[in-house]
């Protein structure tokens, strides 16, 4: 069975902070994983991606994320946040590209100037 | 301009009436999907189409039949609505079949069912 958790409804950083936003993957099979953030009122739009190779991946708007197989975790990084990312950031397992995937609840990402 | 167009932007329908929600991709791509977001649930995935035929569906219930009468075009038909149906709709497309492909997220249809 697929799972994602995000243990982290509701995140508050102050603008300029660093930034990690939590994810924990459970896959049976080889996982590609994502992170999507969503602004108000708009659609999804994609962060990052990962499958293979090196375990940490850069994204748009300098985020990266770190995969560790031995934690199956995914998180989110950012050195320093601007007050353009609030926003709501997805976690999303797929387990060997299928069709099926899995998204996290989301957290929602406050930054407080 | 906008590469997916999902049409309405809002809906509101009254229990057990039918509504169309439309999706159209200007991104020349091949898969389109249907996504809900709910407020009490987290994204959930619905159906995959692939040359206009239907490559998964992973919605329990028949009254939501997706519909393809272009590649580019993958419209959502809702029957018997409920007030649970309430949330809102998202369209998305990839070049190809499967998630290796980005997919491209339109800005979505947000349904009241009263």
């Known amino acids: ?113 | 301009d906008p590469k997916i167009i999902q049409k309405p932007k809002y809906l509101v329908a009254v229990t057990g009436s039918e509504k169309i929600l439309i999706c159209e991709q200007y991104l020349g791509h091949n898969a389109m999907y249907w996504y809900r977001q709910s407020a009490k649930k987290p994204l959930e995935f619905m159906f995959s189409y692939s040359y206009q035929k239907l490559m998964d569906n992973q919605t329990a219930s028949s009254r939501f039949q997706p519909q393809s009468s272009k590649k580019n075009h993958l419209d959502l038909q809702i029957t018997a609505l409920k007030p649970d149906d309430s949330a809102t709709y998202f369209c998305a497309s990839s070049q190809d079949e499967g998630w290796q492909d980005t997919q491209y997220f339109g800005p979505g249809t947000r349904l009241l069912v009263l």
Do not use: M
């Open chain 1, 1 to 113: 069975a697929q799972s994602v958790t995000q243990p982290d409804a509701r995140v508050t950083v102050s603008e300029g902070a660093s930034l990690q936003l939590r994810c924990k993957y459970s896959s049976s099979g080889t996982p590609y994983l994502f992170w999507y953030v969503q602004y108000p009122r708009q659609g999804l739009q994609l962060l990052l991606k990962y499958y293979s190779g090196d375990p940490v991946v850069q994204g748009v708007n300098g985020f990266e994320a770190e995969f560790s197989k031995s934690n199956s975790s995914f998180h989110l990084r950012k050195a320093s946040v601007h007050w353009s990312d609030s926003a709501v950031y997805f976690c999303v397992l797929s387990a060997t590209g299928g069709y099926k995937v899995v998204f996290g609840s989301g957290t929602r990402l406050l930054v407080s100037p």
